[in-house]
């Protein structure tokens, strides 16, 4: 049980809807420059970039809703089959009601990242390639500065890892005995076991925010550098000056994003560690 396992069995259904989100990701990529056209346009009393903004919209509403239809079946039918597997595993290694009711419940995140985090991490990065290849035409310096921003947030996250998976296997240790401890522990100790998942939930949660109150005070300095050289470098269009400062914006929002979603990894790497039987 892990997640190439579960792409294993689904990989067909799996792969079509990751080219919606691709697709989808594509079409939001061209908003901030479509904006900038229309921008241009209106000041000139030219309609057309409005009317290429309204059809890029109206195709992103179509895609997103026709992918969320078709995630939440396959989804579904994905988590019943996990769930009945772990199920099976766990009694084949006589675990006990309480370790397989959380197993099953990690299953659970396995599931949800594969429908939630992992089209969201599709899309951001088609955003930051995309955005980085557009910044680059745009405005070479903020492109540069764009790269060194990302590299710093790389090396925050990379040296904070082995941390957050020690972090995740304690709590999911503490997890695993929630059904033994409530049928079989007296009231205090029931208290001391919770406080105890409070406690791993409050370390994960104090890393995650320093890292992320890291990298965004990383990304307000690209912002502001990219706004004083769009200006300083001599570029006029207002539409220009938006699309460029909206692709910096839409970049930023990813580069935070990302390592979040990267952390989720982490703890579902150790999940699937944990289910797979010994």
Not at 85 to 105: G, M
Not at 204 to 218: R, V
Not at 247 to 259: C, K, M, N, Q, W
Request: glycine share 6%; charged share 15%; hydrophobic share 55%.
């Amino acid at each position: 049980m892990s997640l190439r396992g579960l792409f294993a069995q689904f990989r067909w259904r799996i792969l079509g809807t990751w080219m919606l989100v691709g697709f989808e990701a594509a079409l939001m990529l061209l908003f901030p420059l479509v904006i900038g056209v229309a921008i241009d346009g209106l000041l000139q009393q030219v309609y057309f970039g409005l009317y290429l903004l309204g059809l890029l919209g109206g195709l992103s509403v179509i895609t997103g809703a026709a992918r969320r239809l078709y995630d939440t079946r396959l989804y579904a039918v994905m988590y019943a089959k996990a769930a009945e597997q772990i199920v099976v595993q766990q009694r084949n290694c006589k675990s006990n009601v309480s370790v397989t009711t959380a197993r099953t419940n990690m299953a659970k995140e396995l599931v949800e990242f594969m429908e939630n985090s992992f089209p969201a991490t599709i899309d951001c990065l088609i955003g930051l390639a995309g955005t980085l290849v557009v910044v680059w035409l745009l405005q070479i310096h903020v492109f540069v500065a764009c790269l060194i921003a990302t590299c710093f947030i790389i090396f925050i996250y990379a040296w904070t890892s082995p941390r957050t998976l020690a972090l995740n296997e304690g709590a999911n240790d503490e997890s695993e005995r929630s059904v033994q401890v409530i049928a079989d522990q007296a009231i205090p100790a029931v208290r001391l076991h919770f406080r105890r998942i409070m406690q791993w939930n409050v370390r994960l949660s104090d890393l995650e925010t320093a890292n992320f109150s890291i990298s965004w005070l990383t990304m307000i300095a690209l912002l502001l550098f990219s706004v004083v050289v769009t200006i300083q470098n001599g570029v006029t269009s207002q539409g220009q000056v938006l699309s460029i400062l909206m692709y910096v914006f839409g970049y930023i929002e990813s580069v935070v994003a990302l390592p979040l979603f990267y952390q989720q990894f982490l703890r579902l790497q150790e999940i699937a560690n944990r289910l797979q039987p010994k």
